[in-house]
């Protein structure tokens, strides 16, 4: 379930849970939790830090990883699925 759209500007922080979507070539959804060390783990990809990135970053930050992994991905989107609980560090 989706939280609703949050801005560009949005930081992301352990806890927060964002939905991962691919076509092209390969097409896949994955849900990824931030860890509370600040990572994300997307597969065939790796381990991203995006802890305090802004969802702009984190979006520019994944079209140059996913180019790496992925023959031309032709559409790659990160929303945010669920915000980290408040007080969460």
């Known amino acids: 379930m989706l939280s609703g759209p949050v801005p560009n500007s949005y930081r992301l922080g352990p806890g927060d849970a964002l939905v991962l979507v691919i076509t092209g070539h390969v097409e896949f959804v994955h849900e990824l939790q931030v860890t509370r060390e600040g990572f ?9 830090y995006v802890n305090n990135l802004t969802m702009e970053r984190f979006n520019q930050l994944l079209r140059q990883r996913l180019g790496r992994s992925y023959l031309r991905p032709a559409l790659q989107t990160a929303q945010l699925a669920a915000r980290r609980p408040v007080g969460a560090r």
């Open 40 to 48: 994300v783990l997307i597969p065939q990809v790796g381990q991203l």
